[in-house]
């Protein structure tokens, strides 16, 4: 036996360890991390709004209210599963997970909404992201970091079952996509003072919501067809049997 797989053996042994081997797992988990950082954006950006009586502000913070509950559904959706233990419908769950993927993509395409009037005020009111000194680095390197995270997750999650699973890696990618967007705005309040930029925004800005809208329909038309294909197994199941 080599390093590698005595290393291996013995975090089997490791109840937590072991756990943690299962891809499904991890996602959950990091997921409950995703959710308390976006709860934060969102309070962060909700307070700034009243207190400035910002609606730049008010939109980033529905959008961000937004993520959060997708992402708390998915959350509290494996932490009642979790309680009930072996009492499972196998197939009343799969049909939970796929109407909760389904029901994500509709919020997705919800999220244009927020998003569309952000992006009309920034070009047209030359709101903006904005990071001082070094903290644009920070952001940069973050936002890349980011990026590469979710295209990784996203094709790993392609070999996945759980479509709750599928439906983080999609909902990360609406966030990152506005990760993008924001970075972009904050670059050039940056480095590009002097410099219309509001094309440059407006069109960044189209694309985040278009690449949105089809991330939404991709899940909807998704989920239905998982739905479908589900029933349609159970009922062939239940025809041999009788």
């Known amino acids: 036996m080599n390093l590698k797989e005595k290393i291996k053996t013995k975090l089997n042994q490791n109840r ?48 961000y209210i937004m993520l959060v509950v997708m992402r708390a559904v998915v959350v509290f959706y494996h932490r009642r599963k979790r309680k009930r233990g072996e009492n499972i419908n196998e197939h009343k769950e799969k049909i939970s997970r796929a109407k909760i993927y389904k029901n994500c993509g509709i919020v997705i395409c919800l999220l244009t909404l927020p ?57 990360n990618i609406a966030d990152m996509l506005v990760s993008v967007l924001a970075l972009q705005t904050a670059m050039f309040h940056s480095f590009s003072a002097d410099f219309n930029t509001d094309i440059f925004n407006a069109v960044t800005g189209a694309a985040v919501c278009l690449l949105t809208v089809i991330i939404g329909v991709f899940m909807i038309v998704g989920g239905k067809s998982e739905i479908t294909k589900i029933n349609y197994e159970a009922n062939l199941k239940n025809q041999q049997r009788g």
């Not at 409950?32 to 609606?55: E, K």
């Not at 952000?118 to 952001?139: N, Q, T, W």
């Open 16 to 63: 937590l360890a072991r756990r943690f081997s299962d891809y499904d797992f991890r996602t959950v988990v990091f997921t409950v991390v995703s959710l308390v950082i976006t709860t934060g954006y969102a309070a962060f950006y909700a307070m700034l709004g009243i207190a400035l009586l910002s609606i730049w502000y008010g939109m980033l913070a529905c959008y």
């Open 115 to 171: 998003l569309s009037i952000a992006i009309l005020l920034m070009v047209a009111e030359k709101a903006s992201f904005s990071h001082e000194g070094l903290m644009i680095y920070v952001s940069a390197t973050y936002t890349f970091y980011k990026v590469v995270m979710t295209i990784r997750h996203l094709v790993k999650a392609r070999k996945s079952t759980d479509m709750t699973v599928k439906a983080v890696r999609s909902i």
